[in-house]
C-alpha cells in the first residue's frame, strides 16, 4: 500500500460521522443474521448487498447452473457510492474484494467449521455442488486471504461464527470497537 492510499483512506474516514463495517464469509458463516445483530445493537444500517443486487437488478443475468446472478460491479459500486460516503453502514456480502478499500473502517471475515457450514446450507436447500463449492471455499480461507490481500491488515479481522455464543461475543465486539472509534474520532 503506498503512503497516498493510506492518505485517502484516513482522510475518507475522517469525513465520516460513523465507521463503515464489512461483514464479510463464505455463504452460511452467518453474515446477514450477524449484520441484523450488528445494526440492532448498535445503530448502524445494516445492507444486504445480495437482496441489493436482487432488487436493482445490478446483474447481468443468472447462472442456472451455479444457481447464481452474474454480478454488474460497476453498477453496484454506483449504487452504493452515496450512502457508504454518509457512513454508518454494516455491509453484508460474501466477496470483498470489489468494493473500494476506502470504504470500510473495519473488515470482519466470519468463519465456520465445516459441520455447522454444511448443516446451514442443507437446511438452505443448497445443491450438492455449491455446497461442495462453499465447503473448499471456507476450509481454504478463499475470503479471509482476500479480505488481507484487499485492506489493511490492521482493519481486518477473522472471527469465529459456530454457535450462537460466538455470534453474541462478535457483536458485543463490534460494539466496542463502535465506541472507541467515536472516541477516537470525537464522535
Ligand atoms: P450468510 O449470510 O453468511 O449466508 P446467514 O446469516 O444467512 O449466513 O446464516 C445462515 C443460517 O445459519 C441461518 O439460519 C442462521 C444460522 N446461523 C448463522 N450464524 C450462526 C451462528 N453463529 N450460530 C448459530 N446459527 C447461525
Known sequence: MSDSDSDARSIASMD???????VTGTPGTGKTTTSEAI???TGLQHINVGELVKRKQLHEGYLAEYDTHI????KLIDEMEDMMQEGGKV??????EI?????FDLVLVLRADTSPL???MEKRGYNQRKLQENIECEIMQVVLESARESYAQEIVVELPSNNVDDMESNVDRVKQWLEAWKQQHGK
Not at 465520516?16 to 464489512?22: A, E, M, Q, S, Y
Not at 454480478?71 to 460497476?74: A, F, Q, R, S
Not at 468494493?99 to 470504504?103: I, L, Q
Open 16 to 22: 465520516r460521522d460513523l465507521p463503515n463495517i464489512l
Open 39 to 41: 445494526a440492532n445493537a
Open 71 to 74: 454480478l454488474d460491479e460497476d
Open 91 to 96: 455491509v453484508d456480502f460474501h466477496t470483498c
Open 99 to 103: 468494493f473500494p478499500e476506502r470504504w
Open 118 to 120: 454444511y448443516d446451514r
